[in-house]
């Protein structure tokens, strides 16, 4: 997910109303070949329209991967997107079948891409409202094997209208898109509310308060597919309206979005931690990337079952998106850090090292989205490197 406006602002401007993955929806992947060392190709996806930028990337059951592209289309200059299935070739990609898409709102506004388990393509995102005045979200339908998309407009909350912005994540069946959803009520303040969208009408098949015990603000970040039916919700609980007490927790959500069970903690010994992102295994357990200092200098990875942190690892920044291999023994984290840009580190979640952390732009880079392979053998990985017209590269590691 790349993020639309600062978390930590977020949390400080966020309304509690009474009370971040693109993978292969429902698809289990096989063990990976170990560690990736080395970036095998990079993909400038200028080529397709160098007025767009990627803003997501997402493995394909076939070993194939899909990009989401935004901004204004071609010369037309009129706002837009394009799905751009990115196929594997000599230990690279290259850009297959291009499709229009709906009319995303680019700029910096995001947009996120899902596939489901038959190949169905499935993207959320901004588009300018009927007024001009603001954004509505719109979901874009690619049914597997279909040559156009269809495109519906997420349906109004009965108490707070269309919603601004939002994330979420696609259901095993393809069929329900589980978001986390923000509406701007004021000027910088937000409301935040989950919802079950149906992918095809736009519709809301449910739409729930976060349902957080809090005397602060509880926002959801994130979301993940639960093992059991529902959702997993990464929140972020500032526990006080000072924010000075802030802490993320794991709450679990059914399919119709009422709680299971009480919030976990991620680390319940820190006064204050902030979840960046994180992914859940078939099993439940947990994979959880965070700051643990408000100076920004202290990021980890921590593994969570059973409501308790088994293995604790500190990565070298701060942490944009994290997959793990089907086989639980190694995670992927494309991060930031100062002294070397965006790099895709790899953690050995039984030992809790870093085993190999591959440099992806240096500088002033910023690392974002990560998409493994359905075969497990590569890992795409989105980056913001400074500079000239590769500024927004797809890197293929291996």
């Not at 954004?135 to 874009?140: E, M, P």
């Not at 000075?244 to 919030?263: N, W």
């Not at 010994?269 to 200092?293: H, I, K, N, Q």
């Not at 494309?334 to 953690?347: C, D, F, S």
Request: with cysteine; net charge negative.
């Amino acid at each position: 997910m790349r993020p639309t406006r600062s978390r930590a602002a977020l949390i400080g401007s966020a309304v509690l109303v009474a009370g971040c993955s693109s993978t292969v929806a429902g698809s289990a992947q096989p063990a990976g070949a170990g560690p990736f060392t080395e970036i095998t190709g990079r993909l400038d996806l200028a080529t397709v329209d160098d007025t767009l930028d990627l803003y997501d990337v997402a493995a394909t059951p076939d070993g194939s991967y899909v990009g989401l592209l935004t901004g204004n289309l071609g010369t037309a200059n009129r706002q837009g997107s394009v799905l751009v299935e990115l196929l594997p070739s000599g230990g690279g990609l290259t850009v297959g079948r291009v499709t229009e898409g709906a009319a995303y709102a680019g700029d910096g506004l995001g947009g996120e891409v899902y596939v489901a388990a038959d190949g169905t393509v499935v993207a959320l995102g901004p588009v300018v409202s009927a007024d001009g005045a603001g954004f509505d979200l719109a979901v874009t339908l690619l049914p597997a094997g279909a040559e156009q998309v269809d495109v519906a407009l997420v349906a109004p909350d009965p108490d707070l209208g269309t919603p601004d912005e939002g994330t979420g994540v696609l259901s095993a069946d393809g069929t329900t898109l589980y978001a986390s959803l923000r509406w701007e009520v004021e000027v910088d303040r937000y409301v935040n509310r989950l919802a079950a969208i149906d992918v095809a009408t736009g519709e809301l098949v449910a739409s729930e308060q976060v349902q957080v015990e809090t005397d602060g603000v509880a926002v959801v970040y994130e979301l993940a597919l639960r093992p059991d039916g529902g959702v997993v919700a990464l929140v972020q609980n500032t526990r006080d309206r000072t924010g000075a007490e802030s802490g993320a927790q794991l709450v679990e959500y059914d399919a119709d979005l009422q709680p299971v069970g009480d919030p976990v903690e991620v680390l319940p010994d820190e006064s204050y931690d902030l979840g960046e992102t994180f992914e859940v295994l078939p099993d439940g357990t947990a994979v959880v990337a965070l700051r643990v200092d408000e100076d920004g200098a202290d990021h980890r990875l921590v593994t969570v079952r059973d409501g308790e942190a088994l293995v604790g690892t500190a990565i070298p920044g701060k942490a944009w998106d994290v997959v793990v291999d089907a086989a639980g023994r190694h995670a992927y984290v494309n991060h930031t850090r100062e002294e070397n840009g965006a790099a895709v580190a790899t953690v050995d979640l039984t030992t809790g090292e870093v085993v190999a952390d591959v440099v992806l732009c240096d500088g002033l880079g910023t690392g974002a989205e990560l998409a493994l392979a359905a075969d497990g053998s590569s890992l795409a990985a989105r980056a913001e490197c400074p500079g000239g017209a590769e500024a927004d590269p797809l890197f293929l590691l291996g």
